[in-house]
Each structure stands twice: as structure tokens, then as C-alpha cells.
């Protein structure tokens, strides 16, 4: 026990001397260990996480959300007798609670209090926490002053009883706004109640120039070398250094996982970020009744017509790949067919993209464990093992890109592939999409927008 405490606190000391952290938020990330993909059977019952699949995981640390743990099935219970949120998480890195504001964002105050808060974070084991927040959205607009009052007033109150108590965990203050002066508010409110780490909440979907907007603006106030600035939901290769200019020194994504399954066509990056769009090949067994029965009206399928037809797409794949009996055109063209049958919805925009992934065949480049142990089932999207696992890949090649802008002053990012703002293709991260509009750099600092301006 001594020694995983020495090690906890080396990592501690090692993560803290980085100059820029990325903490990969945790959705209960996890794949079979081994899995049959042929006869799409787990072959035992045992789950990983991606860091127990790779040599070093992809992030400096993991965050994870009050919320998003209970809406997985664990309650804080089961998670202590697990022996806290390391054990839990297997690994040994440092873990950044949060609360989860935006699952509360309807809520007039948030469902919890600040000891109930501070307490959570000290049963679980973090190493840091932030303070208690409420999202300002437009949605509320009448309420944003009382966002901001609840969630400065909340930050002194968690320092306060956070020193009282002499909780170990490092404690990072929240600030919230709408427009630069409201976020300088915010921050200079934590200043003053002491926080050495804050947070800037809610611009995980303002563009890039309007993050940096806002940051010029607080760089009075954060420029010092000693306080650490961590930007919520905010991961982009090509601003990283823009970022830092300005004091950022931890960032959190989890959009590169995310997007291998719910982006319409950016599911896989190769490693200078360029996307490809996954194969798609649902299960047969799955297909909703109400689009079965059109298939079946159509004369287009019976139930064993269509899982043939799978099998046969399957193995299809599997050929053109192993043994290139097909050109990329003839197994684009029989996706196409069986797409414009079975997905209709998406009327076939997709095709495009599947032809450029087999063309290029992405996979057989990358040198990340597991494009070499699963290959082309990495860019079929279809289940958990595979959808998952190409999300894994994607943090691969996320965390080395930016490793390389770290470390290389010369590493040209404008080489990089990444369309930076354009969250456009993951739905999730869309949902807030239209809540800022760009500041102008020339913009006067002192100028009072009206919440309109932002949104
Ligand atoms: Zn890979």
C-alpha cells in the first residue's frame, strides 16, 4: 500500500511539472479483453480500459464526472469498497473529479451542496476537484447573473471549507460566463479566494478565436507562472500552442472518442489527423422492426436474406483486405447497395468516404497496437469492440500529435489535418453549438455585449 502511495505521489509530481495536461474524460470506456470478431463473441468475460490495452495511456490523467459514475450503475459505495476511484479506474495516474454541471444545466440551482461535493471528491480518492458550478446558457438567459453569483459563491465556500477540513485533494476553482467581462468577473473572484487552479467552463463549443478572446482578456489575471488554467471539453491540436500563450495549462477532450461512433463521417484519424469515414455494417439482428418491415415491403429482404447478405459484405471486407480478390469500387458499390437499403435515412452520403478509406486503407499504417492486432475491424463500425477500440485509436493519435507539438518547437501544426472548430460532425458536441458567436480581435475589452452577441 506504501508503495502504490510513493508511486501515486511521483506520478503527482511528474503530471504537476508538465506544462500542459491532457485528462481524457472517462465514460466507462471498456472493450473485451479478447474478442472473436469473426463469430462476434466475447472469448472471455474480462474488460479493459484503454490504458490497460496500450503500453502508456494516452492522457496525463483521467477525469471523472459525478454524473457520468452514477449514470454508469456504480454508486460511491461500490466504488470505495473497490478501494477508491484508482482501483476502480486501474491506474494509477492522477484523477480530476468534477460534477457534471451540464447534466443539471435545467435546473434552476444545482442538486447538491458544496460539503455533499467536497465530501464525494474525498470518499473517491481524487487528486483534484472542482468547486461546485451552474452552467450559464441561453436557454436561461434570464439567469445568468444567478449562474454566475451561484457559482462564484459556491467556489468560496468550497476553498473555505476545503482549508477548514485540510482536505488532501488539490482544489480547482470554476469560473462561468457569457462574454469576457463576465468571465473576468469569475476569475477574479477565485483569485481572490485563493484557487492556484481554475477552470473555464462553458466554451467547449465557442470557436478557437473566440476562446482566445476571452483569454487575452484574463491575462492580467492569469498570466502568473504559479496558477494553473484548465479549459473544460477544449482539445485541439493546431490552438494547443495559442492556448499556452496565454496560460492554459490543462485541457480535457473526449471528442476523439466519441466521434469514432456518433461523428456522421469523421470517425478515424490517421496520424497527421486526417479522418476517415468507418464502414458501416450493423448486425442484421439488430435492424429496428420499423425499418425490417419497409425492407420487407419494399421486396428488398426477408430476415434471412438480410443476415446472408451481411455475412456476405462481412466476408467481403475481410477478403478485399486480406487477399484483394475486390477493387475498393466493386465493395464500394456493394456497400452502397446494401447502405441504400438498410440505412436509408442516411441516403448514401457516406459512400464517398467508405471508398476513400479502403482505397487508402488507413489501418495498415498505423503503428498503435491495436490497428496491428485487429486491422480493417478497426474502421467497420459495428459494436462495442470495434466502435469502441477505433475511439481508443483516435486518443492514440491525438496524444502523440500533441506530444510532438510539445516537444518539437519546429513541428509545423498547420500540417495537421485537424478542421480545429469544426465539432460539427459529432452531434454531442454540437449541442451547444451556436451559443457563441466570434469575437473580433478587435473587439474593445471593454465593451458590454449583450448575451445576443454571445449566443
Ligand atoms: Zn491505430
Redesign the pocket.
Known sequence: MLELECDMKKEMQDFMSRKLKFFMPDWSDLVNRDYNYVAEEPLSDVKVYSHEIYDHANFDGLLVSKIKLEQSGKNLEAIMNNGGIHQYLRYNGPVFGDNGAYSYIDEKTPPFTVPDLLNYYDRLGVDLGVSLDHIVTPKYEDDKHLRKDITIEAAGKFMDRHQDKGYEFVPIGSAQGWNKASYYESVEALIDANYKYIAIGGVSSATTKTIVGILKHLHPLIKDPDLDVHLFGVARIKSVRTFMEYGVTSLDSASMIRTAFKGWRKN?FDSSYQPYTAIRLPFASRVRSADFKALVSLGLTDAAHLGDWEADLYKMLFDYDKYGLYSAEEVTEALALFESAYIRTYENKRIDGYLKTLKEK??KD???????EIGIE?LIFRGNNRNRR?G???A??FYHLLQKVLDDPDFDVDAVDDDDDDDADLPSAGAFSDRFVEIADDVDDTEQLTLDDFF
Open positions: 478515424y488507413p489501418w498505423c503503428p498503435c497496437r491495436i490497428c496491428k478497426v477505433r481508443f485509436h483516435n492514440y493519435v
